[in-house]
């Protein structure tokens, strides 16, 4: 009877070992592309709203098999935000996926303690659903390369510029690039680039001029083209507040420009708006096609990121 009753256990331990599952699958693979994500975020990305219940469930799965780590803050009430933990890495990496090398769940746990690095994470998350969706939505658009700021903390952006026999020497970690491709007329496709900045209005004047500065050496440079391959490059700054910030960005752009006497040109390749208040309930066309851009110097004239 003892020997009967310990076979059924081990059956019903077989029976309730985890198997990664097609639905799993993509939640693993979209949790690598965004690095950090809540379940909202990877609802919005693949289902409709009504599967939030289901996508939260499913993350539990995942979370319960070790393929998943939940972060949450200690003190404020948060949903969780999610990571690859170390099985959903190495999951990732049998297939031949470019996954983190680097991995501590105590690490991860600290910086989701840290607010602003959550709100930034997720910031990051919320622009590249966007282009995501946008891609999907936009026949005549598509996404030929998209980094996430890990490259660039593995992968630093080194820039030289030497102007009236000074080198200047400019480090730069971007916090994503999206290289768009549009299809052209012609047939040939028209490439368009950009390297993001996601601003969450807390970098004072000082700070804000310095990476500003560092895009200048980084475009006087053309180090783009070395790094990326291309002939041209936008750098975007969204931020989360409103367009009272947007209007500060540009104006300290300005001084920068003005200080190191910059030509005209330069300063149509920032362009700075600001996001959505809640991304969810936005089109994601109107974030790439409005013109809800603006440059540092053309006064109230709105431009679009992509179109004409």
């Not at 500003?212 to 980084?218: P, S």
Request: net charge neutral.
């Amino acid at each position: 009877m003892a020997h009967t009753t310990a076979t059924a256990s081990i059956q019903a331990v077989k029976k309730k070992s985890f198997v990664v599952t097609p639905v799993h699958d993509l939640l693993l693979h979209e949790l690598n592309t965004l690095q950090r994500a809540t379940a909202e975020q990877l609802t919005r990305l693949n289902y409709k709203m009504g599967m939030l219940n289901t996508v939260k469930q499913r993350l539990k799965d995942l979370t319960d098999a070790g393929y998943v780590l939940p972060l949450s803050h200690p003190s404020i009430r948060l949903p969780y935000m999610y990571a690859l933990d170390r099985k959903g890495l190495n999951y990732l990496s049998a297939q031949c996926i470019d996954v983190r090398e680097y991995f501590r769940p105590s690490q991860e746990e600290d910086t989701a303690r840290n607010f602003l690095f959550r709100e930034h994470m997720l910031a990051i998350s919320d622009v590249l659903i966007h282009a995501l969706l946008f891609e999907r939505s936009e026949p005549t658009y598509r996404i030929n390369n998209m980094l996430h700021e890990r490259f660039f903390k593995n992968h630093p952006i080194k820039a030289n510029y030497t102007k009236s026999e000074n080198v200047e020497t400019k480090t730069l970690v971007p916090d994503c690039y999206i290289e768009f491709a549009c299809s052209g007329q012609n047939g040939k496709d028209d490439i368009i680039p950009v390297l993001w900045e996601l601003d969450r209005g807390t970098e004072d004047q000082k700070f804000f001029r310095k990476r500003i500065r560092a895009y200048i050496v980084f475009l006087r440079s053309r180090t783009f083209e070395t790094v990326f391959g291309i002939k041209n490059i936008t750098i975007a700054f969204a931020t989360t507040k409103n367009h009272n910030r947007v209007n500060q960005m540009r104006e300290w752009t300005i001084k920068e420009f003005a200080q190191s006497s910059e030509p005209d040109w330069l300063a149509n390749l920032f362009l700075f708006t600001a996001l959505p208040e809640n991304m969810g309930e936005g089109e994601p066309r109107q974030l790439f096609l409005d013109p809800v851009w603006y440059t540092s110097s053309d006064g109230e004239n709105p431009v679009s990121l992509l179109g004409e």
